[in-house]
């Protein structure tokens, strides 16, 4: 290397590595004076940094296919006075998926396999004069989902909890199904209990004053359904919202808890449900 002369620039050049390893083309170093760049530029042509990430590709890369995130408990937007989120557990067989998709779409569902993981419906429903968005989320009922489907618990107001009338198994397993609702939701998740396959009565194994009783003792509803007739698949999902909006009339619900699975869809809902308390002291303030 030759040598700089004062205040001047360097008149030697430099033989600069390729990014192969190979010996490159001559480029002449260049300095920038202090105080007007940010030091010494290395040999070779200089290119820009890349530019930041926007939030559409950040979000894409950050929930991408190999590792999805549940989903928010609560749909942000919505027109409605409530919004619910329900759940549909149960042993693998028991007639899950069929249960919403007769809810939702009227209709049974005839080429029903075995849920992966999780599945989801919505529905706006008129529960005592007011209406209210279902947001349902049916999960596999085989133990290798597990621990996935647990993850969908958290924040739910209200569950079916479904089980197989001409299956035993599916009804021992309602006990573990049981725990695990009110473990991970909440202990004041509203649950229905509903055996379902009620067609099929020739064929029952569990009978109708047995899973009343299971039912009384865990201070459960129960329903019998059939989702290939329709009966009482509607009236299940509104009993469990009707009787979740009555807990909610009567402060045993508060929608404002976080994880509750309640959220308000009209403004002025949540300025009625306002406690006695705040209201008087609100109009102290303002001298009323």
Not at 24 to 47: E, S
Not at 147 to 170: F, K
Not at 176 to 204: F, H, M, Q, Y
């Amino acid at each position: 290397a030759g040598r700089r002369r004062r205040g001047g620039r360097s008149r030697s050049r430099s033989r600069i590595r390729s990014r192969s390893g190979c010996r490159g083309q001559t480029w002449p170093r260049r300095t920038v004076r202090r105080g007007r760049g940010l030091g010494r530029v290395g040999a070779g042509p200089w290119a820009p940094p890349p530019p930041p990430l926007c939030d559409a590709r950040l979000g894409a890369a950050l929930s991408g296919p190999r590792h999805p995130l549940p989903p928010s408990p609560i749909s942000i937007s919505f027109s409605a006075d409530f919004l619910f989120k329900f759940l549909v557990i149960g042993s693998a067989g028991t007639g899950k998926s069929c249960l919403l998709h007769q809810f939702i779409e009227n209709k049974f569902k005839q080429d029903s396999n075995h849920t992966i993981g999780v599945e989801f419906g919505s529905r706006v429903v008129n529960v005592g004069g007011k209406t209210v968005k279902l947001q349902i989320w049916d999960t596999a009922g085989q133990e290798r989902f597990r621990s996935v489907t647990r993850s969908y618990y958290r924040g739910a107001a209200g569950a079916l909890l479904v089980y197989d009338i001409t299956s035993r198994e599916t009804y021992n397993s309602l006990t573990n199904w049981l725990t695990d609702a009110r473990t991970l939701a909440s202990p004041n998740i509203v649950v229905i209990l509903c055996g379902n396959k009620k067609d099929l009565d020739s064929e029952r194994e569990v009978t109708f004053l047995e899973a009343s009783r299971f039912a009384q003792e865990n201070e459960l509803m129960f329903l019998e359904t059939s989702a290939l007739t329709g009966e009482n698949v509607e009236e299940a999902f509104l009993k469990c919202a009707r009787t979740i909006l009555n807990k909610i009339d009567s402060g045993e619900l508060d929608p404002e808890r976080m994880g509750s699975g309640i959220q308000y869809g009209d403004a002025s809902l949540r300025q009625l449900r306002q406690p006695r308390g705040t209201q008087a002291q609100s109009r102290q303030q303002c001298g009323c």
